[in-house]
C-alpha cells in the first residue's frame, strides 16, 4: 500500500503534524517514513505500543520487511514511554541524558540522515506535562538544526483543551519549522499561514466541547422540569389545593437555586480529561515520636469557572454526574503511584485514600485495588483505605465479603468518621479494621467539654484492648495535640500541620518529593 506524502520534506526539517483521528495520523506517519525509505534515510520511531504494531503494518503493506530492516539497523524502534523514563530528571527531561540515550544514536550513523517519528511530546502533553513537552521540542529544534535529521511530531489536538492548552498550543507551533494542522494538505502553504489554520482549529475543538457542555446543562434541565412538575402534583394531590402554593413556592426556590448545581455538574463532565484535577496529601503524625508515618490522599479541582474547590464542595455534584468511579479510580491509581515514588526513593510513607459506598458495592473493587498496587508496584501494607461507618453498614454483609478480600492483599483499612454515622460497634468483629479516626468534632471540644473527653477516652480504651490504633483527625492547635497524646492517641493530623501539605501533579506524574 502506497500513501502519497502530503509534502516534500527536506532534511533539517522539524514538523509538528495535529491529529483528532489516530488512522489519519498514521497514514501520515507511514507517508513520512516510506518518504525517507525511499531516500536511503536511516527510520528512527518512538512508539507507544498502542501505535508500535499499527505502523510496522502499514510499513510491512507497503513493502518493507520490517524485521530485516531493523537486523540491519536501517529501522530503529523504542518505546516511547521507556524512553521518557531514561530522559526525564524529575519533571523536566534533561538535556545530558537526552543526548545520550537519543540523540547519540543519530550522531552514531552520521553522515547518514535519520528521519525520526517520535510520540514523546504527545505522550508527555496526555499526562498533563505541557512545559515538559515544550522543553522537549526545544532540545528537538536545537538537533535538527546541527543534525542530519528530519523530524515528525504527532499531537492529539485535545491534548490542548486543558488549562493553559492555548499557551502550550503557541509555544509548540513556534519550536517547529513547520505545522500541519488536522485535514489533507497536499499543498502546504507558508508555515505562518499553517500556524493559523491549526489556531483556528484548536478554537473550533473548544466551540465544539462548550456546545457539547450546553447540550448536557439543557438537557438536565429539562429533567429537573420535569421532575419538578411531576413533584408539584403529587404534592398537591395529596396535600390539597390549600397547601398548592405553598408546594409550588418552595419547588420555585428549589429551581431558583438548580443553575448552580447544573453547571458545577457540566463542569465536572470535563473536568477529569481537561486534567482539573490534582491529588494533595495531608500528613499523618505519629502522636509519640511527632514524625510523618503516612499521608492521606484527596483530589482537588482546579476549575477554570469555580476556582479550588475541596471535595465537599463538589462530591454530591460528582455523584449527581456519575463521575463518581472515576475519579475514584484515578485518585486510588495516582496515590499508589506517588507511594511507590517515594518508596524507591528511599522513603516509606502509607497512603490513605478514601473509599465511597460505590467502591465498595462495586464487585470488583477489591480487583481494581490489586490492579492499582500491581500497575505502581507498591506492596499492599503501604495503602490504607478508609471507610465511614455509613459507607460500611450500607450493606455490612457485602462490606464484610469484600474487606476481607482487601486483607488478602495486605491493605490497611480504617474506619474515618468514627462515631458520627451508624455505629459499627456491635460490628467490629466482622470488620478486620486496623484503626478508628475520630472525627473533628470530638477533636475540637476535647480541651473543654468533658462530653467529648468522655467519648475520646472510651474510645481509646475500647479500639486499644481490640488492637485497633486511633487517628484523631482535625488537630487544629498545640494543645490539643498534647491531650490527645496523653490520652492514648496513636496518631494525629489536622490543620495543624497544613505548612507540610504535599500538593501532587497529576497521576501518571507521581515522582516528586514526599511531604
Known amino acids: 500500500m502506497h500513501v502519497a506524502t502530503p509534502s516534500p520534506c527536506q532534511l533539517h526539517?522539524?514538523?509538528?503534524?495535529?491529529?483528532?483521528?489516530?488512522?489519519?495520523?498514521?497514514?501520515?506517519?507511514?507517508?513520512?517514513?516510506?518518504?525517507?525509505?525511499?531516500?536511503?534515510?536511516?527510520?528512527?520511531?518512538?512508539?507507544?505500543?498502542?501505535?508500535?504494531?499499527?505502523?510496522?503494518?502499514?510499513l510491512e503493506a507497503w513493502g518493507l520487511d520490517t524485521a530485516a530492516a531493523e537486523a540491519s539497523g536501517q529501522l530503529v524502534v523504542h518505546d516511547a514511554e521507556t524512553l521518557l523514563e531514561a530522559i526525564m530528571d524529575g519533571d523536566m527531561p534533561d538535556e545530558a541524558r537526552f543526548n545520550r540515550h537519543v540523540l547519540a544514536e543519530v550522531e552514531a550513523a552520521t553522515p547518514r540522515p535519520t528521519r525520526a517519528f517520535g510520540e514523546l511530546v504527545d505522550v508527555l502533553c496526555a499526562r498533563g506535562q505541557s512545559r515538559a513537552a515544550v522543553r522537549l521540542e526545544a532540545l528537538w529544534h536545537a538537533a535538527c538544526g546541527r543534525l542530519p535529521l528530519t523530524l515528525l511530531c504527532g499531537y492529539a489536538l485535545h491534548h490542548f483543551r486543558k488549562p493553559g492548552g492555548s499557551e502550550a498550543f503557541a509555544a509548540v507551533c513556534e519550536l517547529h519549522s513547520w505545522v500541519v494542522p488536522v485535514g489533507e494538505f497536499s499543498a502546504l502553504p507558508p508555515a505562518c499561514q499553517l500556524r493559523e489554520v491549526a489556531r483556528l482549529q484548536q478554537e473550533v475543538v473548544h466551540l465544539r466541547q462548550e456546545r457539547e457542555r450546553t447540550e448536557q446543562t439543557l438537557e438536565a434541565v429539562q429533567s429537573l422540569c420535569s421532575e419538578v412538575l411531576a413533584e408539584l402534583v403529587d404534592r398537591t394531590q395529596h396535600d390539597g389545593p390549600t397547601n398548592h402554593r405553598y408546594a409550588q413556592q418552595r419547588l420555585v426556590e428549589q429551581l431558583d437555586d438548580e443553575p448552580d448545581r447544573l453547571a458545577l455538574r457540566a463542569a465536572l463532565c470535563e473536568a477529569l480529561p481537561r486534567g482539573e484535577f490534582e491529588l494533595y496529601f495531608r500528613p499523618r503524625i505519629c502522636a509519640v515520636r511527632g514524625q510523618v508515618v503516612a499521608v492521606s490522599a484527596q483530589p482537588r479541582w482546579y476549575s477554570a469557572c469555580f476556582g479550588v474547590m475541596e471535595p465537599s464542595h463538589w462530591m454530591a455534584a460528582v455523584e449527581a454526574a456519575g463521575q463518581v468511579g472515576a475519579i475514584s479510580r484515578w485518585v486510588l491509581d495516582g496515590a499508589c503511584e506517588h507511594a511507590q515514588a517515594w518508596l524507591e526513593a528511599g522513603v516509606e510513607l502509607r497512603v490513605a485514600v478514601q473509599v465511597v459506598t460505590a467502591d465498595l458495592l462495586d464487585g470488583e473493587f477489591a480487583e481494581r485495588v490489586a490492579a492499582a498496587l500491581t500497575t505502581g508496584g507498591l506492596p499492599g501494607e503501604m495503602l490504607e483505605l478508609e471507610l465511614t461507618e455509613d459507607v460500611l453498614m450500607h450493606a455490612p454483609a457485602r462490606a464484610e465479603t469484600t474487606l476481607a478480600r482487601l486483607k488478602t492483599l495486605g491493605v490497611h483499612l480504617s474506619v474515618a468518621e468514627f462515631g458520627r454515622g451508624h455505629s459499627i460497634l456491635g460490628h467490629l468483629d466482622r470488620f478486620p479494621v486496623d484503626a478508628i479516626k475520630l472525627p473533628a468534632s470530638f477533636v475540637e471540644g476535647c480541651l473543654d467539654s468533658p462530653h467529648h473527653q468522655a467519648i475520646i477516652r472510651s474510645v481509646v480504651m475500647l479500639a486499644h484492648r481490640l488492637g485497633i490504633r486511633v487517628i484523631a483527625s482535625g488537630v487544629a492547635t498545640r494543645g490539643q495535640a498534647d491531650y490527645l497524646r496523653e490520652q492514648g492517641c496513636d496518631c494525629l493530623e489536622g490543620p495543624l500541620w497544613s505548612r507540610m501539605e504535599y500538593r501532587g501533579t497529576a497521576a501518571d506524574e507521581a515522582r516528586g518529593s514526599p511531604p
Open 13 to 58: 526539517d522539524h514538523v509538528a503534524q495535529f491529529y483528532e483521528d489516530e488512522a489519519a495520523l498514521a497514514d501520515r506517519v507511514t507517508a513520512f517514513l516510506t518518504a525517507g525509505i525511499t531516500a536511503g534515510e536511516r527510520l528512527l520511531m518512538l512508539l507507544t505500543p498502542a501505535r508500535r504494531r499499527d505502523v510496522l503494518d502499514r
